[in-house]
Each structure stands twice: as structure tokens, then as C-alpha cells.
């Protein structure tokens, strides 16, 4: 944090405690000039307005939390960059595997940092590290027959990935579902894995960057349509394909049954990312599609990939 913003939170915080120290002096002084107790000479339906002071406790409850907002300001970080007299961090960052969280967690408990995360990491380390350990020196062909393995892979799923993918696996508008063997980049377990591990950038330009006409975009959908043996109007698709054969083939290929190394789809089997109607595919064409699957490799480890890798292979060849 640049030392403009850290100066910045440090002034508004304490701005904001002592405001609420200076209103609370302010409401418990008596600025009305009428007696405490007595009536404001306001009433509405029967209840009467009086002159009353704040509740003892009350005001003597905001003061202590006063207090300890300032105690707890000077011991832990809170005001921009300073770090607090204990010297408390939550996490090591820059860790990405179960060994260097370990190193760094036990690096800060010898220099005497309280590091309250990674002692919490380095305990759930100590306890799971060697198993996921084991699971990464297991090869994924082996690791898919491990009914545990699957279990953990399940558990992490639905704490990362069922996010965008749902909690069945079977995905939504924009994510595919992983669970009908039908693959963009390819569902062979090692490519699984790549792909959750450094992520995937998919993009189709608008009109696949070629010189198609706006005019000519309705019949190109129609023959599209017509590739997966769809009910369709023959002599629109005939216009379509010449459309298509402007440049289309060059990632579907000239069967349309797509190209695992571009990720681009297959055409001819009815299964849609972003949905099969005709007037989504003529918006598919017309603005194109740019989807994103994040990297993990630097969130999870590959141990833990290695085993979510092995649990999503096995949705779809169960």
C-alpha cells in the first residue's frame, strides 16, 4: 500500500473514533434548556416526549468500545501500513504449496511473528500434507479407481469449482458442464489437469474476424443449426455455408466438428456453451464469445489439483 492511502485510512479511522467520542460528550450533556425529566411539549397519540438522558450503561458501554477500538488499533494492523505492536499477519503471502507455508509459517514463529492463519495452515498441513502428498506421487490413472481420492477431489470441487460450474458439475450458461464427456480443449485426464492448473483463454472474435455482412448472419446461423441435424430451412443453410466457408472451417474445421487444440466446439452434436437457439448463435456470431477458466496452480498447489483433476475425469467416465 503507497504511503498517500495508508496515511488516508490511518486519518479517516481515527476521525471516525474520535467523532463518535465527540457525539457521545455531546448527547450527554444537556443543550436543551429544559430540565431533564420534564416534557419537550412534543406528544403524538398519548406518548409524550421527555428530556432524558442517555441510559448510564449505554453511554459507559459506547466509551469501553471506544477504548478497545483503540487498543485493538495499536496491537494489530488496522491503520494502513503499520503493522501493530504484536506484529500479528494473517497469512504469509507469496506461499503456494503446502512446503512453503510450512517454511514461512515456521520462519515467522521463530522470529516471533504471530502469524494466526499459517499456524492454522501449518496444523492442517502437518495433518493432511502427507496424504495429499501420497495422492500426488499416485498416477491420475490410478488415482480415478481411489474411492477416498475421489471423495477429497469432491470436497475440494465444491469449495473452488462448483462456484461457476454448479455443485452437480453440470454447469450453466457460459460454463461447461463436466459431466457429459463433451470436452473444448480435450477430457483425457492429463489435459484435465493441465487445464485446471494454468487455466484456459478461449476467445471467438466477432464474426470470427472474417468479412462477413451483417445481412449474411441469419443464414449462417441456419446452416450452424443444420450441422447438428436440427429441424432447419435447406435452402437458408445453403447460403449459410458459403458463409461459413469464408473461414469458419479454419477453427471448426471443415466437418465443424471443432479443434480440441484452439478449443474451438464441435458443431455437429447439440451440446451449446452459451446456448443453441437461433437468435443466441446469430449473437454468438455476430459479437463473438471470450470465455475465461482461471489458473489454480498458484491457488491450490498441484497436489490438490492432482486430485481434483482425478475427481472431475471421473464425472464423466464413471
Partial sequence: MTSFWSIWISVLSLIVIAGCLILLRLCSKNTTGVEEGKSMGHSFDGIEELNNPLPKWWSYMFYITIVFGLIYLALYPGLGNYKGLLGWSSSNQGVVSIAESKAATELAVKEGRW???????????????????????????????????????????????????????????????????????????????????????????????????????????????????????????????????????????????GNKLMGAPNLTDNIWLYGGSRGVIEETITHGRGGVMPTWKNVLGEEKVHVIAAYVYSLSNK
Avoid at 443449426?225 to 458459403?242: I, N, P, T, Y
Wanted: glycine share 12%; with cysteine.
Fill in 115 to 257: 502469524v494466526q492463519y499459517d499456524q492454522e495452515v501449518k496444523h492442517a498441513n502437518d495433518k493432511f500434507g502427507p496424504i495429499f502428498a501420497a495422492y500426488a506421487a499416485t498416477p491420475l490413472e490410478e488415482l480415478v479407481k481411489n474411492e477416498e481420492a475421489l471423495k477429497v477431489g469432491g470436497r475440494l470441487f465444491l469449495q473452488n469449482c462448483a462456484q461457476c460450474h454448479g455443485s452437480d458439475a453440470r454447469g450453466s450458461k457460459g460454463f461447461p458442464n463436466l459431466t457429459d464427456n463433451d470436452w473444448l480443449y480435450g477430457g483425457d485426464l492429463a489435459t484435465i489437469k493441465t487445464t485446471i492448473m494454468n487455466g484456459r483463454h478461449g476467445m471467438m472474435p466477432p464474426k470470427g474476424g472474417l468479412p462477413i455482412a451483417d445481412s449474411e448472419i441469419p443464414a449462417l446461423a441456419e446452416y450452424v443449426v443444420s450441422l447438428s441435424g436440427r429441424e432447419h430451412d435447406a435452402a437458408k443453410a445453403a447460403q449459410g455455408q458459403a458463409s461459413f466457408m469464408k473461414g469458419c472451417f479454419a477453427c471448426h474445421g471443415m466437418d465443424a466438428k
